[in-house]
């Protein structure tokens, strides 16, 4: 293996560039370049037994106890037989191996699912159907409508005008709003015409394989020529064909070598803060043993040279072997009895413990979907405690905290505010799913997803209100939106962004409906009549402008400008006379931004002929200049656009999922840090801060870090920390200097501020904040926030982010996504969680944990998350105590034995105490125990601190545990061989010999420790029960059995103990021993917790007390009711499309084939099903066409509908 690897890495240094020629295979396989098959399985038939047995046996104890084995087999060292060891390495070894076998054989099956997927390849001038895995550089493949691209293309030829495409890129960045790719017009002529696509022998050079998944650069030499290669032209693997009938690529990159595959990154291997505390303790418990093995080894040697000598005479050395050779022997003798203090049954306890706790993820009903039919799903068994410990979530935006889908919500109109719903005193009522929904089936070309609540809307529409028809009007023809209709009245609307298709769905339901559009016209129909509009200019949105425009004359031959855009650009262009106007949708616009919805101002005037004429020229010859032709456009754009009057607003929500703002809200409480990395824009990203509760208007501050330079990030990062905190340290004093994270990195300290602030940074601020001279300024100020959102980052730098706190913060992380551009972050973190749902399933397939839904992830950390930190750190606390208690027990005796390595158990309750005697009960514990239940857990997120805080197990708590042991194996000892020393039977008999002692250690040792974990458990199950007093009486049923009659002469050898337990357990002095040692050993123990419960209880104890008088489950909460808010903060504006769509309109290269013919008015189809799906309270696009809500019942028609006369027959 490392020899291929070895030469991967040597082929791909020496790529700087990739040449290929299409249909030539003979010339690219030259290059070896990897063919389209993906691998990322770890073994196969013949090599899973060596390596993963090598993989085990790197696991310290692993390979400690594979040495302990050896040492038993030589018999002058062990004193017990090879079987106490070898049957539990081989139940551990089997167990892992099973374990992984069954993950590489999901991990085959999933490669092979992809593998064999078939796909259309053109090979000696013919299409014949290939598997994925056999496609290879330079082939020509024809994809059809749905279908995934199969390898990263080169797009030569559509179906579509001009050689367009449209693809969706869920899988690469969880986006489903269609994106085009244009090819060259050289390839574009090529069609589907098999015999010109077997011909093509264009030569491409470009860059080499990496994973930038927004540039490419390259060039294709064809017939001479040398054409350029953007990123417009590149069908990536993981994006779907979608309105697409056909068309044909190139594959330039295969396999491991596409964009998709670069960006998954390299699988690493996980482990808890408790595996790396637990390899520490390991570590020090093997010094420890050697330390007392040492010790008794001298204790050996000393007691050979004053009193083995009088012993020779009935017991000789043998091979006259000296006193130092013995306490060489009884050394390792030691190491193998004393052993048990890192017993191996422990890491199979753990095993058991995290599949037991990632079943009960995978079972949870309450983190179910059932819409999408999608239960959570525990994809790794070895995190489930570090889940109880998080304090960092990093999340996307776009698919986990929303829905990418945009809901016409409210809207303002010539100062009037329509979307709320009041009752018939002028109480305004909360909107639920029982809120009665305006009736639009008086219009047949209706979206009949659509809802909306305020039936005096479509009252004024109806009513024919100049004002909100002009309103109506502008949003049916102000956009870049693209209809379809291929059956009459099925109009599927093709948005560059949700938002616009949202408006222009609104605009459609209340009856002006686009239709249809050509370079130089757009068809709609108003109020049941056809209406053709020339379009005679568009003036395109951008990233300055902040708004788009429109220049139309009507049927009438009315020339209009309409333009809509942020409220704050249009303002500043509206016409004095709309002062008055413009102050109350003001207090509209803050109203709705206050609700977190994203808020457009509209706008329009009236043009004149001659200015126009005038005008246009002036357009015209700007818009063909060779020079400063951007600057030119700008200055004739802002020309005309001013003196606007104001129509009203939109306002826009980006639907959350379901239960975000509260989940946040909780998790707050916490005290977890929630920060958003997405690659949205800064308007955008804010308003989804608002709006989800991670910004808020109570916050002291919110800073805004844009700056464009080095110099300028680092002095607003400082005036951020100065206003956080004026008395700031300096820069050399706010690390730990005590503490470091391995290879001598500082850990950052958490400073405490006064108040709540939160910190927004954009793309290119952030990539000098991670340079490594400003990265600890960075971490500084945005740590001393209560919420951080990154806007604009690449995948890269979302990793990067993570890595950053990763490095210099002592704190558990998780990272959460829905897309491919999420995945280097998802690996990067301590714990990797997927969104599955329509966003694709990249981000899952590398997670650790995956369900469909944000709110889950609530659950997911307060009540399982915890559940299973506390159940871990109680069995480790119970399992070191109970086996230090065992062993040191040992230790006393040696001095008793004249340090000749006897075990003070018999040789049978050795081997079953941790397999039989205290295996289940310690598992019950760790499997159902829980100190409060759901409900607490969510009432009280408090709980969710101690565990951030490593409180429940740390070296602290490990020695306390061992202090512990050692104060019950000296009580255990001691108490049985004072009672034992000079003791007769009441008939007389002597009891005071080595087999009773032991059978009287043993039985208190049992019962001693099964009373501490009676103390430890906080919830009794009839299970718990059951396997406490069933190991018991286990115990007593296997020790008479074994100390039988039968059993010694069946096998003398190994049942010694012939009839020492009916001889011993009948004596009282005997069970008032074993009462004494169990009250001795829980004494301490009770009075501790008892003083420590009435000085300074822990939160967990406080809430136990609280339940405890609540004497049942509390009554659920009140349904919270939505907060309204005042606000003073503008939203973004609501569209968040591209540059340049404007030219695609007008140029006609947008434009898809005909519509189909049609009647001018309305002529009544039915209710038809269309591409939009709203959901939640009214309008809502799904840019992808996917159904997202049932049907919506017809309703009652409203009193207004009833008297109301409306003079248009058509109704």
């Not at 480790?876 to 006897?902: D, E, I, M, P």
């Not at 696009?1181 to 309703?1195: C, E, H, I, L, M």
């Amino acid at each position: 293996m490392s020899f291929f690897g070895v030469e991967c890495v040597r082929k791909k240094e020496r790529e700087l560039e990739r040449k290929l020629r299409a249909n030539d295979r003979e010339y690219n396989l030259h290059f070896k370049y990897a063919t389209n098959a993906i691998k990322t399985s770890k073994y196969n038939f013949f090599t899973f037994l060596p390596l993963n047995l090598f993989e085990q046996f790197q696991r310290i104890a692993n390979a400690y106890f594979l040495f302990l084995l050896v040492l038993q087999v030589i018999p002058q060292i062990s004193s017990l037989s090879w079987f106490t060891t070898v049957v539990p390495l081989v139940l551990v070894l089997s167990v892992t191996a099973a374990k992984d076998a069954t993950d590489d054989i999901n991990r085959h099956r999933s490669d092979n699912q992809v593998n064999n997927r078939k796909v259309q390849v053109l090979i000696d001038g013919k299409l014949r159907s290939e598997k994925w895995m056999d496609v290879q550089v330079g082939d020509i493949i024809k994809l059809e409508n749905n279908q995934f691209v199969t390898a990263d293309l080169l797009l030569l030829s559509s179906s579509e005008p001009l050689n367009l495409v449209y693809i969706e890129t869920a899988e690469l960045d969880g986006e489903t709003n269609l994106k085009v790719r244009q090819a060259l017009t050289v390839t574009g002529d090529l069609g589907d015409s098999i015999r010109k696509l077997a011909d093509f022998n264009g030569e491409v050079r470009c860059e080499p394989p990496n994973n930038r998944l927004d540039r490419f650069t390259g060039t294709l030499t064809y017939a001479g020529q040398k054409y350029s290669l953007d990123n417009e032209k590149i069908l990536l693997r993981g994006c779907t064909l979608r309105n697409t009938e056909w068309c044909f690529g190139l594959v330039l990159f295969g396999g491991p070598e596409t964009k998709l595959m670069q960006n998954c990154g390299k699988s690493t291997f996980k482990r808890t803060s408790i595996d790396r505390l637990m390899n520490v303790l390991v570590l020090c418990i093997f010094g420890f043993l050697a330390f007392m093995c040492t010790i008794l080894a001298i204790g050996n040697c000393i007691w050979e040279l004053n009193e083995g000598s009088e012993f020779t005479v009935f017991l000789p050395r043998q091979d006259d072997n000296d006193a130092a050779f013995s306490a060489f022997l009884t050394f390792w003798s030691y190491v193998i009895i004393l052993n048990t203090v890192v017993p191996i049954s422990l890491y199979v306890s753990v095993e058991i413990i995290r599949l037991g706790n990632s079943f009960y993820i995978d079972w949870d009903r309450k983190m179910y979907y059932a819409r999408n039919n999608t239960p959570a799903e525990a994809r790794t068994t070895t995190l489930n405690e570090e889940l109880g410990q998080i304090k960092y979530i990093f999340s996307d935006k776009t698919g986990t905290l929303t829905q990418n889908i945009m809901i016409f919500n409210k809207c303002s109109i010539n100062g009037k505010c329509y979307g709320d719903v009041y009752d018939y005193t002028g109480q305004r009522l909360e909107i639920s799913e029982h809120t009665e929904t305006v009736d639009f089936s008086f219009n047949p070309l209706a979206d009949p997803r659509f809802i909306f609540h305020d039936h005096a809307l479509v009252e004024a529409v109806k009513l024919e209100d100049p004002e909100v028809h002009a309103f109506f009007r502008l949003l049916a023809l102000c956009h870049t939106v693209m209809a379809e209709e291929k059956k009459e009245g099925e109009i599927f609307y093709q948005a560059q962004s949700p938002d616009e298709g949202a408006l222009v769905t609104a605009a459609r339901n209340f009856g002006f409906v686009f239709r249809s559009r050509t370079p130089d016209s757009v068809s709609i129909v108003e109020m049941g009549q056809q209406h053709s509009y020339e379009l005679l200019a568009i003036l395109d949105f951008n990233n300055v402008r902040k708004r788009m425009s429109v220049i139309v004359r009507s049927p009438e031959g009315k020339l209009s400008l309409y333009c809509k855009g942020a409220d704050t650009i249009i303002y500043e262009r509206l016409h004095q006379s709309c002062r008055k106007l413009m102050d109350v949708t003001t207090e509209h616009l803050n109203e709705f931004a206050g609700e977190g919805l994203r808020t457009l101002a509209l706008a329009y005037k009236d043009l004149d002929e001659e200015y126009f004429n005038q005008w246009n020229q002036r357009h015209h010859e700007a818009s063909t200049a060779l020079d400063d032709r951007e600057d030119k456009l700008d200055q004739l754009y802002e020309e005309i656009e001013k003196d606007l009057l104001l129509l009203g607003a939109t306002a826009i929500e980006d639907k959350l999922q379901d239960g975000v703002p509260q989940t946040i809200e909780e998790l707050s409480k916490a005290d977890i840090k929630i920060w958003v990395l997405t690659g949205d824009k800064q308007e955008t990203a804010e308003n989804i801060g608002y709006s989800c509760n991670l910004l808020r208007e109570e916050m002291n501050e919110v800073f805004v870090i844009s700056g464009n330079s080095p110099e300028d990030v680092r002095q607003e990062l400082r005036n951020a920390r100065t206003s956080m905190k004026p008395d700031a340290m300096e820069d050399s004093v706010f690390l730990y200097p005590e503490r470091t994270l391995g290879k001598g990195v500082k850990v950052i300290m958490d400073e405490v501020v006064n108040g709540e602030y939160g910190l927004v940074i954009n793309g290119h601020s952030l990539a000098y904040a991670l340079e490594r001279s400003m990265e600890l300024e960075f971490l500084r100020t945005a740590c001393m926030c209560k919420a951080v959102i990154c806007c604009r980052v690449t995948p890269l730098q979302k990793a990067q982010v993570v890595e950053l706190v990763k490095k210099y913060k002592q704190a558990v992380t998780l990272a959460i996504g829905d897309g491919a551009n999420d995945v280097s972050m998802i690996k990067a973190a301590h714990i990797g969680v997927g969104i599955s749902g329509q966003e694709g399933m990249q981000a899952v397939l590398s997670s650790d944990y995956s369900f469909a839904q944000f709110r889950f992830l609530q659950r997911l950390l307060l009540v399982h998350g915890r559940w299973s930190y506390l159940r871990m750190c109680k069995f480790l606390r119970y399992f070191f105590y109970k086996n230090f208690t065992f062993t040191f027990v040992h230790f006393w005796y040696a001095f008793f034995c004249g340090f000749s390595a006897q075990t003070v158990y018999d040789e049978w309750f050795i081997t079953l105490y941790n397999l039989v005697y205290t295996a289940l009960p310690v598992l019950g514990m760790s499997l159902f125990d829980q100190d409060v239940n759901d409900v607490w857990s969510f009432q009280h997120p408090q709980l969710y601190v101690p565990g951030q805080l490593n409180l429940y197990f740390s070296k602290k708590a490990f020695f306390k545990c061992a202090l512990h042991s050692c104060y019950s194996s000296l009580v255990l000892f001691f108490i049985p061989y004072a009672a034992m020393h000079d003791t007769v039977r009441d008939d007389g008999k002597d009891v005071a010999d080595y087999q009773s002692f032991a059978l009287l250690t043993q039985t208190c040792l049992l019962f001693a420790v099964s009373i501490q974990l009676g103390l430890e458990m906080s919830y009794w199950t009839a299970v718990n029960t059951f396997f406490v007093l069933g190991s018991l009486a286990m115990y007593f049923a296997v020790t008479f059995t074994m100390y039988s009659n039968g059993m010694f002469l069946m096998l003398p050898s190994a049942f010694p103990f012939i009839g020492t337990a009916r001889n011993s357990l009948n004596q009282p002095n005997v069970w008032l021993t074993i009462l004494l040692t169990s009250i001795l050993c829980v004494l301490p123990v009770v009075t501790y917790r008892f003083l420590w419960l009435q000085l300074c209880p822990t939160i967990n104890e406080k809430v136990m007390f609280k339940v405890r008088q609540a004497k049942a489950t509390p009554v659920p909460p009140p349904r919270r009711t939505r907060i309204r808010r005042t606000s003073s903060r503008r939203s973004g504006y609501a569209f968040s499309h591209a540059q340049g769509y404007g030219d695609l309109m007008t140029s006609g290269r947008f434009l898809r084939r005909p519509a189909v013919s049609r009647p001018s008015g309305f002529t009544h189809v039915g209710r038809t099903t269309t591409g939009f799906s709203p959901m939640g309270r009214s309008a809502g696009y799904s840019p992808t066409g996917r159904p997202q809500n049932a049907k919506v019942p017809d309703v009652e028609v409203t009193s207004l509908q009833m008297y109301k006369t409306i003079r248009d027959p058509v109704f």
